[in-house]
């Protein structure tokens, strides 16, 4: 079983950064590929960006390209996720995913975790 928990949301001005990280356990990370994906009240979740766990290939949805940037730590089964020059539209829920296949569209995916809140305050 794997566990998937978040941290590094909260609330930020416009303009601002954060970093979220997901430290996974119960598998190792270096089976998937990673990803992280955001979901606002009332749509549907949205796929942010995903790395590939053999290439380390990044991808990244074109609202946050240049913005945002995925990074994983196989020694210690972590993945994050800078978030630089945040805008108020990118206030959601953020989720950290695991799956068997990342794309430039975005993933397959097999395990969730619980989320972490970003606020961005224009």
């Known amino acids: 079983q794997v566990q998937l928990v978040e941290s590094g949301g909260g609330l930020v001005q416009a303009g601002g950064s954060l970093r979220l990280s997901c430290a996974a356990s119960?598998?190792?990370?270096?089976?998937?590929?990673m990803g992280w994906f955001r979901q606002t009240p009332g749509k549907e979740r949205e796929f942010v960006a995903a790395?590939?766990?053999?290439?380390?290939?990044?991808y990244y949805t074109d609202s946050v390209k240049g913005r945002f940037t995925i990074s994983r730590e196989y020694a210690g089964n972590t993945m994050h996720l800078q978030m630089n020059s945040l805008k108020p539209e990118d206030t959601a829920g953020y989720y950290c995913?695991?799956?068997?296949?990342?794309?430039?569209?975005?993933?397959?995916?097999?395990?969730w975790g619980q989320g972490t809140q970003v606020t961005v305050s224009s």
């Open positions: 995913a695991l799956g068997r296949v990342a794309t430039d569209r975005g993933m397959t995916t097999d395990y």
């Open positions: 790395i590939k766990r053999y290439t380390g290939s990044t």
């Open positions: 119960g598998r190792t990370m270096s089976n998937y590929d």
